[in-house]
């Protein structure tokens, strides 16, 4: 199962985008859910995360209060409002999915998306 992550693009320091990450073939309500980042030459890192069956979430210090995670049973979606972008938010976004609770280490994720790139200007 891959899931699918859209929303990323070009936008200028300050602006807002809004990332989604759909789940075909699972039930998003019943795994937690993460937000990673990659920039070039860095190692990935968490952004925020929903944890399963819940609205708790978690964010890394470097996001919060800019970033909301959120996520829709209906639609079958989770996603990640980012406001106040900065240049160093630059970075390819990753969701995944885990069926226990959130952890901010990659590998303990069981499915990923392919990302989606986001580049904020100065």
């Known amino acids: 199962v891959q899931l699918q992550a859209s929303g990323g693009g070009l936008v200028q320091a300050g602006g807002s985008l809004r990332l989604s990450c759909a789940a075909p073939g699972l039930t998003f309500g019943s795994y937690s859910v993460g937000w990673f980042r990659q920039a070039p030459g860095n190692e990935r890192e968490f952004v925020a995360g929903?944890?399963?069956?819940?609205?708790?979430?978690h964010y890394a210090d470097s996001v919060k209060g800019r970033f909301t995670i959120s996520r829709d049973n209906a639609k079958n979606t989770v996603s990640l409002q980012m406001n106040d972008l900065k240049p160093e938010d630059t970075a390819v976004y990753y969701c995944?999915?885990?069926?226990?609770?959130?952890?901010?280490?990659?590998?303990?994720?069981?499915?990923w998306g392919q990302g989606t790139l986001v580049t904020v200007s100065s």
């Open positions: 929903i944890i399963r069956g819940s609205a708790k979430t």
């Open positions: 995944a999915a885990r069926l226990a609770g959130v952890l901010p280490t990659p590998n303990s994720y069981s499915y």
